[in-house]
């Protein structure tokens, strides 16, 4: 063991350095002296001069038995494999698109607080319309006040949400409830789930709604409800020509019309409106045979007899069904439709043109004009060959929502007035 001190004293003229060995254990070790050049003893000049070169010949980080890689490889391989946890984490978290907690950073609360206030009810429109309290279904139309009247679907949530909006503004309500879709001509009706029920079985009525008797009860509402019927498929959604072997087949005409007896009389119904499409031809005079024979039937009981019928179609006899009708629904709408050409629903000429030809047929205190509010949507290719669609009709929601998701200009044909657009669907 070499054992060494080093002093350092300074003088007036310069720095002396002073060794002195010394021997510990049987071992020399050097010890600086004073002597002014510096000098350093034979002995203790090769002993550290082998000292010197004993430690230069073995580095300070070597490690012949690798003992310390091992370490440092253990070190690296955990830091890998909990980098790579973390990478996948962080995509997994992206691709899922949830959030992943801050983990190291507290919670930072924002400095919110409960704004109390009192809750702003919108005041509901009361019926301004109207000029005397007559039920609607007893005022003469198109006379001394006007009556207003809406059709009323089921599958479609946003047809309860006008009706709570707009309840003091309607009279007369169409609500589609039944379908005459069987040879036997009885009334069925479709639930929740669109599955198809009897209406009327073993002496009993099955109800048919659950929400808008309930709610016109509850707001006190002066609107009278007339059920709406048709041959309509709600399950295959398709209209059921069908139709003209029911009309001309007395029996089931008969089975019809005790149906909707027993049901008009379950609940406080108006009356009953009739919406028969795709008549065939040969089948027109069961459908006025049928119409009679309503009439006949409600009359005693003050129910009303309404029939939808399409504008100029010769097939129909307007002035026959407008003399046993209480009134008849002109269906003033489907200028163009989704197996023609794209067009407007209802431009405004076509609209007064069938006005015009509906009064010189009917008497003018039967009509009631239906405005459609609804679209289509019409596609096609590259080529600008037609393109089909499974459903091509849309609400006004529905067509709102597209032009808007598509970043469309809705224009407003200043002739037809009627809106439209057009969009590229990339997909």
């Known amino acids: 063991m070499v054992i ?12 002396t350095f002073r060794w002195k060995p010394k021997t510990i254990d049987s071992t020399v070790a050097c010890q600086i002296i004073d002597q002014p050049s510096g000098a350093v003893d034979a002995p203790c000049r090769n002993r550290l001069t082998s000292n010197q070169n004993t430690f230069m010949s073995k580095p300070v980080f070597f490690d012949p038995q ?11 391989d955990v830091t890998v494999v909990a980098l790579t946890v973390l990478a996948l984490l962080f995509v997994v978290s992206i691709m899922s698109g949830t959030d992943i907690p801050s983990i190291l950073l507290a919670d930072q609360k924002k400095n919110y607080h409960t704004l109390k206030q009192k809750e702003k009810r919108h005041p509901v429109r009361k019926g301004s319309h109207r000029k005397t309290q007559t039920a609607p279904s007893q005022v003469v139309l198109n006379q001394t006040e006007g009556i207003r009247a809406a059709f009323y679907v089921t599958w479609d949530a946003a047809s309860f949400a006008s009706l709570k909006e707009n309840v ?12 005459v879709l069987q040879p036997d001509g009885r009334v069925q009706a479709a639930n929740e789930s669109n599955t198809l029920f009897d209406v009327y079985s073993s002496g009993h009525v099955q109800r048919v709604d659950d929400k808008v008797m309930p709610f016109l009860k509850q707001e006190n509402a002066n609107t009278d409800v ?3 019927i048709n041959n309509f498929d709600p399950v ?9 072997d029911v009309l001309m087949n007395p029996p089931a005409r008969a089975r019809l019309r005790q149906d909707l007896a027993a049901l008009l009389a379950s609940d406080n119904f108006g009356g009953i409106t009739l919406d028969f499409e795709e008549v065939p031809y040969s089948a027109q005079p069961g459908y006025l045979a049928l119409v009679q024979e309503l009439a006949a039937d409600f009359k005693p009981h003050g129910w009303k007899l309404y029939i939808s019928v399409p504008p100029d179609n010769a097939d129909f006899d307007f002035g026959a069904l407008a003399r046993f009708a209480d009134g008849l629904i002109l269906m003033n709408y489907d200028q163009h439709f989704s197996n023609g050409k794209p067009g407007s629903i209802a431009g405004q000429d076509w609209f007064e043109n069938n006005l015009e030809k509906a009064l010189k047929t009917m008497p003018r205190e039967k009509l009631i004009c239906a405005i459609g509010n609804y679209g289509y949507e019409w596609a096609t290719d590259k080529k600008g060959n037609s393109i089909p669609l499974p459903d091509p009709s849309r609400s006004v929601q529905q067509a709102w929502l597209t032009a808007t998701e598509s970043e469309s200009n809705i224009e407003f044909d ?11 669907d990339e997909e």
């Open 168 to 179: 003091h503004q309607i009279d007369l309500l169409f609500p589609e409830w039944l379908h």
């Open 236 to 244: 295959a959604k398709t209209w059921k020509s069908s139709i003209g």
């Open 226 to 228: 007339v059920p709406l």
């Open 414 to 424: 200043p002739d037809a007035l009627n809106p439209h657009y057009a969009f590229i």
């Open 4 to 15: 060494g001190e080093l002093v350092i004293s300074e003088s007036k003229w310069k720095p």
């Open 66 to 76: 690798r003992k310390r890689w091992k370490r440092i490889r253990r070190v690296i």
